[in-house]
């Protein structure tokens, strides 16, 4: 059970999120648990769903983002968003099973892939104080400066989420995954 109200529906929550959950429910198909608990702040929902969409149409395709998404998630241990990105890895992004457990271990079986991820865990590992020699290795994979600030910006986007369901304890809606079983 969540640490904090989960409205029931788009109509629980406060007013100024509803037009944002009804959008979510209109892509998705369904409004997940996270998006429910982060609209009772519905300026907090506004500048996840912004930052999201942002990245969606950045340099970095889904399955780069789903790599770095369960990356994070793992470290982090937030079960919620390592069970919604497997879901999402093996259904959107089309990973197979060796790539979600190898990104769930901070690599990739993709030569250029792999060099993303493995800068996401020294992104976390050490709260964005990356050395020249991490940044030149993740160019020399023939990623752009822009797919770069994008692995940052992914992190941080993902991060957050983990905080949320970590914090308030967001229950799973989707097939479960522990951080633990890694």
């Known amino acids: 059970m969540s640490r904090i109200t989960l409205p029931a529906s788009i109509d629980a929550a406060p007013a100024n999120a509803q037009p944002l959950l009804e959008a979510v429910k209109k892509q998705l198909g369904s409004v997940p648990n996270l998006f429910r608990l982060t609209a009772n702040s519905p300026a907090a929902l506004e500048g996840y769903l912004g930052l999201n969409g942002a990245l969606s149409k950045g340099a970095l395709d889904a399955q780069t983002r789903e790599r770095i998404a369960l990356a994070v998630a793992q470290l982090n241990g937030c079960d919620y968003c390592l069970s919604?990105?497997?879901?999402?890895?093996?259904?959107?992004?089309?990973?197979?099973?060796?790539?979600?457990?190898?990104?769930?271990?901070?690599?990739?079986?993709?030569?250029?892939?792999?060099?993303?991820?493995?800068?996401?865990?020294?992104?976390?590992?050490?709260?964005?104080?990356?050395?020249?020699?991490?940044?030149?290795?993740?160019?020399?994979?023939?990623?752009?400066?822009?797919?770069?600030?994008?692995?940052?910006?992914?992190?941080?986007?993902?991060?957050?989420?983990?905080?949320?369901?970590?914090?308030?304890?967001?229950?799973?809606?989707?097939?479960?995954?522990s951080a633990a079983a890694a």
């Open 84 to 177: 919604a990105h497997t879901y999402l890895g093996k259904n959107l992004a089309k990973l197979d099973d060796a790539e979600i457990a190898a990104n769930r271990n901070g690599t990739s079986t993709d030569q250029k892939a792999n060099a993303a991820v493995r800068f996401a865990v020294a992104l976390v590992h050490k709260r964005g104080q990356v050395g020249q020699d991490e940044i030149a290795a993740v160019k020399a994979a023939g990623y752009s400066e822009a797919e770069l600030v994008e692995i940052v910006a992914h992190v941080a986007l993902n991060t957050l989420t983990n905080y949320l369901n970590e914090a308030f304890d967001t229950p799973i809606d989707f097939p479960v995954v």
